[in-house]
């Protein structure tokens, strides 16, 4: 894709080096999408842990967008749509550094970043408005020192929740969804799961955000999506960002990813079939970012083994699910990559 006249390549160019992703001069002159500006788009799409695939899509586009926002840049408070950035995480991660606790360091100004700030301002003399301004913004960066490096009360909390939930399927919300070529994977697993005693959703909408908003609305405490790649490992995305990860969702990664890895290795592949195994990975995919619950996206490669293997991996991954469930909260299999 080339052309001087094209502004939507200008814009590229512009947001990519503002977020310190320099581009060769001569692509920048021509207005050309050439061999640099993709190796800077692929840079930015694997430095914010999206889908590596140098295509401007919505998604990427968006977190070009919330790169270019920086922590007092703007007023902050509940508005419809929901203000999203960097600069919300920013605060949400400095909110709950200092014990305020203000949900999951997600980039979107909800109202648990409301009541957050609110909590904060009375705490420190301001009036509890929940906008975050400049006053309160330069109140932050003050006393931000004394817990640097701290991890966020929302972390903490949510191990807190994990060592109290049920430790069975029994009753479990979870919410299955799949994003093409996964469908017979996704029913299978949900019948094992229902005869086990769960109430098990089954999405199959195209987009990460509408699976997400049912998966919220549906009050799921688990959520498991999957999609088919040709690639030559398998991976188990869950959510994590700039010093924030979810706790439940790093955890049910790894027995998510152990399952699959011992799935693929049975007799129904040749004999001495060596695969690679299963990469755990920190990720702001939607669909992991918008959930309000432990998820993993998990996907699955090559194709062909995936059809072989598909009753394996549903039992598989009903057991790695109750045995996350039995100790959510226990230490995560070092083995993978985190």
């Known amino acids: 894709m080339t052309g001087s006249d094209d502004p939507t390549i200008r814009d590229l160019h512009r947001r990519l080096n503002d977020v310190g992703h320099q581009i060769d001069q001569q692509e920048v002159a021509d207005g050309s999408f050439g061999p640099d500006t993709t190796r800077a788009l692929l840079a930015f799409q694997a430095e914010r842990g999206l889908d590596e695939h140098g295509i401007i899509?919505?998604?990427?586009?968006a977190a070009l967008v919330e790169a270019g926002h920086q922590l007092g840049d703007r007023h902050l408070y509940l508005h419809a749509p929901m203000f999203r950035g960097d600069d919300v995480a920013d605060l949400q991660l400095r909110l709950g550094s200092l014990g305020f606790d203000?949900?999951?360091?997600?980039?979107?100004?909800?109202?648990?970043?409301?009541?957050?700030?609110?909590?904060?301002?009375?705490?420190?003399g301001l009036a509890p408005d929940g906008i975050a301004g400049q006053s309160t913004v330069s109140s932050l960066?003050?006393?931000?020192s004394r817990s640097a490096g701290s991890q966020p009360v929302a972390q903490v909390r949510e191990l807190d929740r994990l060592r109290q939930s049920r430790p069975d399927l029994i009753d479990q919300r979870i919410?299955?969804?799949q994003f093409g070529g996964a469908a017979a994977l996704t029913s299978a697993l949900t019948r094992l799961l229902r005869a086990r005693g769960a109430h098990v959703l089954q999405l199959d909408q195209p987009k990460e955000e509408l699976q997400a908003a049912t998966a919220n609305g549906f009050e799921a405490g688990i959520y498991l999506g999957f999609r088919i790649e040709n690639?030559?490992?398998c991976r188990t995305d869950y959510f994590a960002t700039s010093?924030?990860?979810?706790?439940?969702?790093?955890?049910?990664?790894?027995?998510?990813a152990n399952?699959?890895?011992?799935?693929?290795r049975v007799p129904l592949l040749e004999p001495k079939n060596?695969?690679?195994?299963?990469?755990?990975?920190?990720?702001?995919?939607?669909?992991?970012?918008?959930?309000?619950?432990?998820?993993v996206l998990c996907t699955l490669a090559p194709p062909s083994a995936v059809v072989l293997t598909t009753a394996e991996l549903a039992h598989g991954l009903a057991g790695a699910i109750a045995d996350w469930l039995a100790d959510p909260a226990g230490d995560p299999v070092t083995s993978k990559n985190s």
Request: neutral net charge.
């Open 175 to 177: 919410a299955i969804g």
């Open 141 to 144: 960066r003050r006393l931000l």
């Open 102 to 124: 203000a949900g999951r360091i997600d980039g979107i100004f909800g109202p648990d970043t409301t009541g957050a700030v609110a909590e904060f301002q009375r705490n420190v």
């Open 243 to 256: 010093g924030f990860h979810s706790e439940g969702g790093l955890r049910l990664a790894h027995h998510c």
């Open 57 to 61: 899509d919505e998604t990427t586009h």
């Open 259 to 264: 399952a699959i890895d011992l799935a693929l």
């Open 231 to 233: 690639e030559s490992y």
């Open 274 to 295: 060596e695969t690679q195994p299963t990469v755990c990975t920190g990720r702001r995919l939607p669909i992991l970012r918008q959930t309000r619950m432990p998820a």
